[in-house]
């Protein structure tokens, strides 16, 4: 108490001897938000914004009203605490202009009405945790006129997003970015990052999106994806807005984009259209999966199972582009969704096609080491083409046909075409002399068509908590290909031709397959704190693959049936699967747990020789998740998950594949599934008054009776062949993990400064000419960012850290892969006179020799451009654009494992120049078009 009367005796005096020059004040009445009480004897603090040291603190009269005079000019925090209430926080600003800050009634929140959530205005609320969901709130983070989200999410910490697009957060991929809670053109989040306008946000949401079943009953389903959800502020969610772009560079380059928004309350339309050559418009297509081009035995949202069919070894090209070889891009898509009768009904529809052209060459030198005193050694040059056209269509249909009852029904179709060309000329080497030469070509010709459709019935029984639903798919998957393998191969023994192979073949390949797929799950609460979930389910999943290689009777005429190349199968599934799981909810403690059985038929049946193959197996899949919520600020997450995996077909299928003739694939009918234990766990902190963010994140996998590839070289020949095998009594684990820390320090400019710790690593297995092989690798990383937003003034970036990699492979311990690197990007942004913005960044990337890699290799990549901005809202821009400007993009890569070394050069985009006009309309909330 001595202490407190002393300090408010020296607070008095500083301020009596600055009262003459510093007349500044603040004042308002604190008040109950519901009772409208009048809060007397409120304790009021004022806050050095800088670094959070007390200035100067009163109690309110009364009537609840407060005045602290005798202030100096600067930035501030307003905080009020009343025992029993929320604090309330507010930063505000004295100036010669506004010498007074009257903060008028200021609404105090009980804390059992908020569940001890504190109350932040303004800017200090840059970010909640709410559960699982950390807010952004976008006005806490300036940006320029007319810039999209791509440009806000850059600047929230803990979130990365690359040169291309792509989205990091808290360590994992973010594959789904949505709209107020709604899908935009399906699942590629470019289109949303790259096209809305950053002005329109009002927030910005990270978490990971449970499956529909987890999201209706409330309980952890495991099935989870890391989702960002953009919420549109109230008055840009009318009016119509796009961008029109059209550049020509040097060298032929060329870049084109139109997009057209139009939004009306719940309606949203939106068209678009790019041609582009320059690789940073592409493709995008990012639902490969959910399509089901895959057929992998495991749970899905409804808690179906299927088994991962042949693939289709003539479908090479998976239509994305990778920064490998010279694209040429042509997209298109319209999106429409609306909800209506009361928001009970909506649709969500999407319509998408495109080409992509890629073409190609590329330059290979490997290195695989047998022993000490024998490495073969391989080099290939090889030309690629590539094209692929597809278009798909997608609606989303919801009704809730009463108040305790809804249904969602989904429908997708996909059609694609896709030609490939390779060339490819390749030598291997032992200890120097020659072993083999090839030249092979091989064309193919693929045209494929997918269906799916889904219906989700959900129902809230008369129990408070008791639900039931049912969750019914289907889909077809077609596939025809054909193509042509021509190879010619010499060997040779002491340095001179022995022996020579030609091979000449045209292969046909029909596949289909067929699934339905049923889920039907219950949930009964158990008390006020428990609950259950039942779940059961069965699935028929039947497909054939007709396989066909012929060699010519005469030129161009391919009749002759290579049996030991051709197949005709069937494969018929069918599964039932329950599961139950436990729910535990109470207080900050979160809890489920429980499994997931299926008992699967499987029946292969050769159609030429009537030959069965039979396999019944069982698969099981616990989990758990654990959720401990310290404060609305602060959580931490647990999960374990495990599951079996089962050998493909391709895996254990007696077939030869002959694509490439000098790497040949065995199959193994008697492989076992493997089982996975997988643990992962994050925590997420943010200070209010400091604006500090800490996000960390962890995760352990390992692998019981794995599944591995022997691969058997023939030191004579140079032929590899490769089967897979189990490795029973081996666990081969992966882990990794880190942390990032993010402040903004007022003491330091209103710098920005985040941190990022991180590793990975891992042993796994595989077999060489039958004997085991060990490889442990482990890579540790650190980086730091500063960035720094002064608004129509400058902005920067920079991040930049080390890596260091530890590896070594048991059958070449002599070898290692140990190796240092240093990865750094940069971003810098000035606004000249005359609405002039010169911009720049550059990405280094240094890898230092090592014993794999002898040479030490280097990249800068340099880009720039100059924008002039015209009218008053800057919406019209000429662009002048430098890509590269030193011409060192290599197009290069290395990868090692001790006993392997690869190192692979290849055609990729380098130095151009690029005129674009860039036109951005919007009339979004009533107000004027921009002009």
Partial sequence: MKFTITALAFFCLCSLTALAQTPYSVKGVAIDSVANVKLANT??????????????????????????????????????????????????????????????????????????????KGTVAAIKIKGDTTEFNAKAFKIEPNSKVEDLLRQLPGIQVDKDGKITAQGQSVPKVLVDGEEFFGDDPTLVTKNIRADMVDKVQLYDK??????????????????????????????????VQGGIGTDDYYETQALFNIFKGKKKFSAYGTISNTGKIGLGWQDNNRLGTQDNMTFGDSGEIYFMGSGDDLDSFDGQYRNQGLPIARTGGVHYDSKWNGDKESINANYKLGSLEVNGTRSSLSRNTLSDSLVLSSQSNETDHNYMFRQKADVMYQVKLDSTSNLKLTVDGTLKNSDTHTVENSSTSNNDQLVNTQTRTLDNNLDGKIFNATAFYTKKLKKPGRTFSINLSTGINESKAHGNLFSNIDYYKGGALDDSTRIDQRKTNDLRSTKLLSNITYTEPLSKTWSLVLNYGVNINN???????????????????????????????????????LNFKQGKHNLNFGTRLANVQFKQIDEETGTEFKRDFSNWAPQLTYQYRFSQQKQFRINYSGSQTQPTLDQIQPVRINNDPLNITLGNPNLDPAFTHRFFANYNSYRVLSDQYISGYGSFSFT??????????????????????????????????????????????????????????????????????????????GSININKYVQKKYSFNISGGPTYTVGQSSLSPNLNNN?????????????????????????????????????????????????????????????????????????????????????????????????????????????????
Avoid at 923 to 928: C, F, T, V
Wanted: hydrophobic share 30%; glycine share 8%.
């Fill in 543 to 581: 497909s054939s693959a007709d396989r066909k290689s012929f060699s010519p009777s005469a030129v161009g005429e391919y009749n002759m049936l290579i049996d030991s190349l051709s197949s005709d199968y069937k494969f018929n599934q069918l599964s039932n699967q329950g599961g139950a799981m």
């Fill in 704 to 781: 019981t009776n794995p599944i591995v590839n022997n691969l058997t070289t023939n030191t004579e020949t140079g032929k590899n062949t490769i089967q897979y095998l189990n490795l029973p009594g081996k666990k081969p684990f992966n882990y990794n993990g880190g942390i990032w820390m993010g402040q903004k320090l007022s003491w330091l400019f209103d710098i920005s400064i985040g941190a990022d710790l991180g590793f990975n690593g891992s042993i796994y297995y595989s077999m060489k000419n039958s004997d085991v092989n060990r490889t442990n690798s482990n890579t540790y990383r």
């Fill in 819 to 931: 190796s240092r690197g240093f990865q750094s990007n940069g971003r810098i942004s000035v606004n000249l006179p005359f609405k002039l913005i010169i911009s720049t960044d550059g990405d280094y990337t240094y890898q230092a020799a090592s014993q794999s890699f002898p040479e030490p290799f280097s990249q800068f990549i340099w880009n720039a451009n100059i924008t002039k901005s015209f009218f008053k809202s800057e919406n019209l821009k000429l662009v002048i654009a430098g890509n590269d400007l030193l011409n060192k993009n290599s197009g290069f890569s290395r990868n090692a494992d001790g006993l392997n070394y690869n190192e692979t050069r290849y055609t990729t985009i380098r130095r151009y120049f690029l005129f674009s006009i860039v036109w951005d309309f919007n009339k979004m909330g009533g107000g004027a078009p921009s002009k």
């Fill in 43 to 120: 304790s009021v603090s004022v806050l050095n914004a800088k670094d959070s040291i007390l200035v100067n603190f009163t109690r309110a009269k009364t009537d609840g009203s407060f005045n602290i005079p005798k202030l100096k000019k600067g930035s501030f925090i307003l905080l009020v605490t009343y025992p029993g209430y929320a604090d309330y926080v507010e930063r505000f600003t004295l100036d010669s202009v506004k010498t007074t800050h009257n903060f008028g009634s200021i609404s105090m929140n009980l804390k059992s009405r908020l569940l001890k959530e504190v109350i932040v």
């Fill in 210 to 243: 449970k499956s529909d079943q987890a999201t209706f009953t409330g309980i952890d389903d495991g099935e989870k994806t890391k989702t960002i959800n953009i919420k549109l502020k109230e008055d840009k969610k009318s009016g119509y807005f796009g961008k």
